[in-house]
């Protein structure tokens, strides 16, 4: 059996899926892509029209599923061989707060994050960097749902470590990476260093150094 491929650039939001997979022992082909993909490696376009990654293709044993959004992808990783401790299955406690923080974490922690990113970092010589400033005053705004879950809590759900922690907390180490560590609480950063201090997540990031960063 063929094990499935996720094209990726490193430290990029498929980083959720390279430490999912480490989490649950799940083999991985990575093939590591030079940032940005769609305009530095333009054949890429052929796998992906999109031009993003990550880009998890399975093996045609496995229905040859070809998913696009990290979230998802940390999610299948976790569950494609059955009920895993990193998943929070229907019927159990927190299911629902389960899904919520997993898709909480792209569609608003992540989202303004990648505003700041172009306006301020990458196209800030086109007049842009205010807006891009006012996006990262968003974010940490949005950061309030996450740390009142946390009150009192080691992690989001259930009292154990899932996927929706590699979730969020992948937003949470990209605030480090870029600059936007200044509004995070305090109470977020002891949640990330102990995030971080996994072996998952270091067997994850010693993956990907093989490839260029994506930040």
């Known amino acids: 059996m063929s094990a499935p491929t996720l094209y990726t650039c490193a430290g990029s939001r498929g980083l959720r899926c390279t430490w999912a997979a480490e989490e649950a022992?799940?083999?991985?082909?990575?093939?590591?892509?030079?940032?940005?993909?769609?305009?530095?490696?333009?054949?890429?376009?052929?796998?992906?029209?999109?031009?993003?990654?990550?880009?998890?293709?399975?093996?045609?044993?496995?229905?040859?599923?070809?998913?696009?959004e990290s979230c998802a992808i940390a999610h299948y990783l976790a569950t494609k061989?059955?009920?895993?401790?990193?998943?929070?299955?229907?019927?159990?406690?927190?299911?629902a707060e389960y899904l919520d923080y997993t898709y909480h974490a792209d569609a608003t922690i992540t989202f303004p994050q990648t505003v700041y990113m172009r306006f301020a970092m990458f196209e800030k010589d086109k007049g842009w960097a205010e807006a891009g400033e006012a996006y990262a005053k968003w974010f940490w705004k949005r950061l309030v749902k996450v740390e009142r879950r946390?009150?009192?809590?080691?992690?989001?759900?259930?009292?154990?470590?899932?996927?929706?922690?590699?979730?969020?907390?992948?937003?949470?180490?990209?605030?480090?990476?870029v600059g936007l560590d200044e509004g995070v609480p305090e109470s977020l950063k002891t949640y990330r260093e102990r995030l971080v201090a996994r072996d998952g997540y270091r067997r994850a990031v010693e993956r990907e150094k093989a490839g260029p960063r994506a930040i």
């Open 81 to 95: 061989n059955g009920p895993s401790e990193l998943a929070i299955a229907p019927g159990e406690a927190d299911y």
């Open 150 to 177: 946390l009150d009192g809590r080691e992690y989001l759900c259930a009292d154990r470590f899932t996927v929706a922690d590699i979730c969020v907390g992948y937003a949470l180490i990209l605030a480090e990476r």
């Open 25 to 68: 022992g799940i083999e991985l082909d990575l093939e590591l892509l030079p940032f940005p993909p769609r305009f530095a490696a333009p054949e890429y376009l052929e796998i992906n029209p999109l031009g993003t990654v990550p880009l998890l293709v399975d093996g045609p044993e496995d229905g040859g599923a070809r998913m696009t």
